[in-house]
């Protein structure tokens, strides 16, 4: 997801204004978040979500990933159900 600021605010938070827009993944950023997220999985993170600024990677919030309602929007995908269901998964397994 990308959030576009409105006129006139440097901040692109959704609850300050900023609209919610598909995002354009290019191949090179994908590779690098697949990167991230291997060594990401081998510390036990489930669920993060990457604040990304053209190629680099900002932050990475790993106690509120946000924005999975307004993906889940953009997409057409349940995002929600799919998480809660694998983690049910996840954790009969354990």
């Not at 081998?42 to 106690?63: A, C, P, R, S, T």
């Not at 997409?75 to 996840?90: F, P, R, S």
């Amino acid at each position: 997801m990308h959030r576009v600021q409105s006129a006139g605010e440097l901040r692109s938070n959704i609850h300050q204004g900023a609209k919610a827009q598909l995002a354009e993944i290019s191949p090179a950023l994908l590779q690098m978040v697949q990167k991230v997220a291997y060594k990401l999985m081998q510390d036990g993170m489930y669920f993060v979500g990457l604040d990304i600024i053209g190629d680099k990677i900002m932050e990475i919030n790993v106690f509120s990933p946000g924005a999975l309602l307004q993906a889940s929007e953009l997409n057409g995908e349940d995002y929600a159900t799919a998480i809660i269901k694998n983690l049910e998964e996840t954790t009969i397994k354990k």
